[in-house]
C-alpha cells in the first residue's frame, strides 16, 4: 500500500549522540544508496559479465522553508563550522502505522536562498560516514 510522504521527518544531532534535534519547515528528504562493484567476468562465466561487491555508500539531501531560530537548521549550521559530522535521522510513516527510519553519520555542505519573489528556503546534502541502518516501528 502507497504512504503519504507528508509525514516524513528529519533529526540531527552530534556525531557521537542520537539525532533528537528536529530540523524545522522540511519538505522533501532524498536517500541514494550505492554500491562499488569490480567487474570479475572471467571464461568461465561464458560471455556474462560477472561482478562482485565493494564497498557501499550513501547520500542524503533535505530541503524546505528557513526557520531563523530553529534548532535543527542551527545544529547543521553550527556543525558544519566546526568541520564536525553530523547524526542524521530520515524517517516517514504515519503517528498511527508503521514508520521507516534511517539513522547515520555525514557529513554536509549547505545552502541557504533568499529571494524578493519567493520563501527563504535552507537545503543540505549529507556525504555518508561509515553504516546506515534502517528500522521499521
Request: charged share 20%; aromatic share 8%.
Amino acid at each position: 500500500m502507497a504512504i503519504s510522504g507528508a509525514y516524513g521527518k528529519i533529526l540531527v544531532g552530534p556525531e557521537n549522540g542520537p539525532a533528537t534535534t528536529k530540523v524545522a519547515e522540511m519538505s522533501r528528504w532524498t536517500l541514494n544508496l550505492d554500491v562499488n562493484d569490480v567487474d570479475v567476468t572471467n571464461f568461465d562465466t561464458e560471455g556474462w559479465v560477472e561482478r562482485i561487491t565493494t564497498f557501499k555508500d550513501w547520500t542524503a539531501s533535505c530541503e524546505g522553508n528557513m526557520v531563523i531560530g530553529d534548532a535543527g537548521q542551527e545544529n547543521l549550521i553550527d556543525a558544519y563550522i566546526a568541520g564536525e559530522p553530523v547524526t542524521l535521522q530520515m524517517s516517514v510513516g504515519k503517528p498511527t502505522g508503521s514508520t521507516l527510519t534511517f539513522i547515520g553519520k555525514a557529513m554536509m555542505s549547505l545552502n541557504l536562498e533568499a529571494s524578493v519573489d519567493s520563501q527563504a528556503t535552507f537545503s543540505a546534502d549529507f556525504n555518508g560516514m561509515g553504516p546506515l541502518t534502517k528500522s521499521v516501528t
